[in-house]
């Protein structure tokens, strides 16, 4: 039988445990609803931009808003991958890596990191990316228009991404930026005037304003993609520190449970010598 000090110093221990796992939690949950609502707002908007799109689109081609642009366009696909900036995502960064990894093709493919955590990740596996980018930490405002300059360099573009399923299931996701704004777009059905250069002036031209409109959609449809991803990693995190905490709470009770025994031990062992003594001096027959 352990002492009951030493015993009484782990349930103190997982005491705090069990206070920071429940602390955890809370922070994964509050953020959990801001997030929610965040991505209602960004949607609003991006259907206001989707309605002029679909108004004045010059052909069926989506060129990633670099119809104006003199630059050759790479020959390779761009892969995006959005991780948690650090570890407390649960195992999910792990299947995102790893699901990437089963369509990579390094002749084909070229990578750029969004999150810490899988920049970690690939490098531990020997995997070379062309760049890396935080997580952003704020939910509004994302700028992600340095990650769009490489997106336009590229013939297309892939990203993998975290999704929110539930609070207790996430799942992985692979998407076509394209596809992406166009998936969005479908959910603004309102029809309105067909903008044209006859009854529209364009400044300096209309390949100008859909470019510049591709450009701000994009950045909408990544920034949504970055915000369900996060959405996930909370989700994530909010299982695993609930798993956590209930753990805990099971270890401290447990502890508890022995500490009890274990000071019963030593007390019935006192009464022992105690009533033992006494027989020796004759106190007891």
């Known amino acids: 039988m ?36 965040q991505v209602l707002q960004a949607t609003a908007f991006f259907d ?47 299947k995102l890596v790893k699901y990437m990894l089963t369509k990579f093709d390094k002749k084909k493919q070229d990578i750029l990191v969004i999150g810490h955590h899988g920049a970690v990740q690939l490098a531990q596996q020997g995997v070379n990316y062309i760049k890396y980018f935080k997580l952003p930490a704020k939910d509004r405002n994302i700028n992600v ?41 479908r959910e603004s059905t309102e029809k309105g005037e067909v903008i044209t250069v006859d009854n529209t002036i364009f400044e300096p031209s209309i390949y100008a304003v859909v470019d510049h409109l591709e450009n701000s959609m994009m950045q909408i449809a990544l920034s949504q993609l970055i915000l369900d991803s996060k959405l996930a990693q909370y989700a994530s995190r909010f299982r695993a520190m609930s798993l956590s905490h209930t753990n805990a709470e099971e270890s401290k009770d447990e502890l508890h449970l022995e500490y009890n025994k274990a000071k019963r031990v030593i007390k019935d062992q006192r009464l022992k010598e105690i009533i033992n003594g006494m027989r020796k001096v004759g106190v007891l027959v």
């Open 2 to 37: 352990r002492n009951p000090k030493d015993i009484n110093r782990e349930e103190i221990a997982v005491s705090t445990l069990v206070k920071l796992t429940g602390a955890f939690e809370g922070i994964a949950s509050m953020r959990i609803a801001q997030i929610k609502n």
């Open 145 to 185: 228009s340095p990650i769009i300059r490489y997106v336009q360099r590229y013939k297309n573009t892939t990203v993998f991404y975290q999704e929110y399923v539930s609070l207790m299931v996430q799942d992985v996701k692979m998407i076509e930026l394209s596809a992406a704004v166009a998936e969005q777009g």
């Open 48 to 94: 206001d931009l989707w309605l002029i799109y679909s108004q004045l689109r010059v052909d069926k081609f989506f060129r990633f808003g670099r119809s104006q642009s003199k630059e050759k366009v790479l020959e390779k696909e761009l892969f995006i991958i959005i991780t948690a900036e650090g570890g407390f995502s649960g195992d999910i960064d792990q």
